[in-house]
């Protein structure tokens, strides 16, 4: 009895020097190390992933990335299929605008990091530059323009090298391949009637260089962006609440800084002592400033519909009369308005490019992102 009791604490503290000494493979192997943690080499693996998407945006061929994502994995093989989707999308849109996309960049600001056992999360923004031309131009102008991401992102790094395990994120073509994963083709439209820069354009009350000029600085994580990537900290942020799209373009038209445009009992944010302004609901809800600026007489509407109603051939089409520092707000469903965004530039054929929030856009053409059937856009010049 005695000898048995001993035989079995023997083997008892025989098993526990073997695994102290002898961990299993997989779990050594999945370990995360402190080095492994650090910010700048992750900064450097993450770039490099997403810059190797971006190259594929650029070509339009989506091999290179599979072996980037950790496909044995649903969440990783979803991700692929994700961006897949999304290289598909660009390059039928831009085709089908006579877009050759030139460079697309990925730069990465890691905001935390987070190990988690076999893998590291990370809370990051990422900054995209776009140069495009337009590929039948006999000296065709190099047009540029910034893309603001947030991501959650987790990595593995099951060989020695590190893989995509899932990558959530706000994206800029979502509405787009809500309708494009049935395998719906963009609309053919090309433009060139290249718009002069104005001198000034002061109407009224509402200075539209300034409105540009605010839109410009405070574009948040976007490139272009010349606010180190932040958003103006008088205002809440209203990311992770709805989206923060039209309370900063309420901004860029009633801010001091930027557009002026006066405030009243309706429209309004005024400012606080202490933490951020909110503004009422006609200020940061997307119907109720849509609804504002058309019942006010601050804006009209020039025509709402689909990108197809929008740009149909005609000697003006509707898209044509936009200006600087004019409104497009995106309806999903009728009566459902989604998204504001502010026509901050034209590019070299007139195209009208635009500045937002919540997805943070730097001079994007228009209509990026939004091809779903069920989007309409309102066209809204100011007054």
């Avoid at 070509?59 to 598909?88: A, N, Q, V, W």
């Avoid at 009350?205 to 839109?215: F, M, Q, S, V, W």
Wanted: aromatic fraction near 14%; proline fraction near 4%; glycine fraction near 8%.
């Amino acid at each position: 009895m005695l000898f048995s009791k001993i035989s079995k604490f023997n083997f008892f503290v025989l098993t526990l020097i073997i695994l102290v000494c002898f961990p299993p493979l997989n779990t050594f192997a999945f370990t995360v190390t402190p080095l492994e943690t650090n910010k700048e080499l992750l900064q450097t693996e993450v770039e490099k992933i997403y810059n190797i998407r971006s190259s594929c945006l650029v070509s339009g061929d989506p091999t290179p990335l599979s072996e980037s994502f950790d496909t044995k994995k649903k969440l990783g093989k979803y991700s692929l299929e994700h961006e897949t989707m999304r290289i598909k999308y660009l390059k039928d849109w831009s085709s089908a605008r006579g877009i050759q996309f030139k460079s697309i960049k990925s730069f990465v600001r890691i905001k935390r990091i987070m190990p988690r056992g076999n893998s590291i999360r990370l809370a990051l923004e990422e900054s995209y530059k776009f140069d495009y031309i337009y590929k039948d131009d006999l000296e065709p102008k190099l047009n540029s323009f910034g893309v603001g991401i947030r991501h959650t992102t987790t990595l593995v790094k099951p060989n020695d090298k590190w893989l995509i395990s899932s990558d959530w994120y706000t994206d800029c073509f979502e509405d787009a391949l809500q309708s494009y994963a049935t395998d719906a083709q963009p609309y053919l439209y090309k433009q060139n009637n290249a718009k002069p820069i104005i001198a000034s354009m002061n109407y009224r009350a509402y200075d539209r260089l300034k409105a540009i000029a605010y839109a410009d600085k405070y574009c948040g994580a976007a490139w272009g962006s010349s606010n180190d990537f932040k958003y103006n900290p008088k205002y809440m942020d209203f990311n992770g609440a709805g989206g923060d799209c039209t309370n900063f373009v309420s901004q860029a038209l009633g801010d001091k800084e930027a557009g002026g445009l006066p405030q009243d009992g309706t429209w309004r944010c005024p400012m606080v002592k202490y933490g951020r302004a909110t503004g009422s609901r006609a200020w940061s809800n997307a119907d109720g400033l849509k609804n504002y600026l058309i019942y006010s007489g601050k804006g009209s509407v020039i025509k709402a519909g689909t990108f197809k109603e929008l740009t149909e051939a005609s000697s003006e089409p509707a898209i044509s009369k936009l200006d600087f520092g004019d409104i497009v707000c995106y309806e999903k469903g009728r009566g459902n308005i989604d998204h504001f965004a502010l026509v901050t530039s034209f590019d070299s054929h007139g195209y009208p490019l635009v500045n937002s929030h919540t997805t943070d856009r730097y001079h994007v053409p228009w209509d990026l992102g939004w091809g779903d059937k069920k989007i309409r856009f309102f066209l809204i010049k100011m007054h």
